[in-house]
């Protein structure tokens, strides 16, 4: 059965930096475009970053540009969303979610209606 599994969220003071891994197992990665996806408190869920399955592509919220980064290494399965300078209004449960299978696509999808595979989150709170 194809999973996600996100890891590496914690307690960060504003300022710091995280890395949000997302591990796939079942499924291989690199053939989707893969997002990840943020939901605060009494928020709804939104686009942070997105990788084309042909990593030319890479989409970020303005709220992120700058910040922020998505990459992968396929050898390892595994997206990972870098996150500097951090700021209390990045405190969210991370999601990660991949796109049906598009190998190879320059296309990048940021609605998570668009995504059919999502893992079960991991949360990230900036606070001193």
């Known amino acids: 059965q194809a999973q996600l599994a996100e890891s590496g969220g914690g307690l960060v003071q504003p300022g710091g930096s995280l890395r949000l891994s997302c591990a796939g197992s079942?499924?291989?990665?690199?053939?989707?475009?893969i997002g990840w996806f943020r939901q605060a408190p009494g928020k709804e869920r939104e686009v942070v970053a997105c990788i084309s399955s042909s990593d030319s592509t890479t989409y970020y919220a303005d709220s992120v540009k700058g910040r922020f980064t998505i990459s992968r290494d396929n050898a390892k399965n595994t997206v990972y969303l870098q996150m500097n300078s951090l700021k209390p209004e990045d405190t969210a449960v991370y999601y990660c979610?991949?796109?049906?299978?598009?190998?190879?696509?320059?296309?990048?999808?940021?609605?998570?209606?668009?995504?059919?595979?999502w893992g079960q989150g991991t949360q990230v709170t900036v606070s001193s």
């Open positions: 979610a991949a796109h049906r299978p598009t190998p190879n696509t320059n296309r990048v999808w940021v609605r998570e209606g668009e995504y059919d595979d």
């Open positions: 079942g499924f291989t990665l690199e053939y989707n475009t």
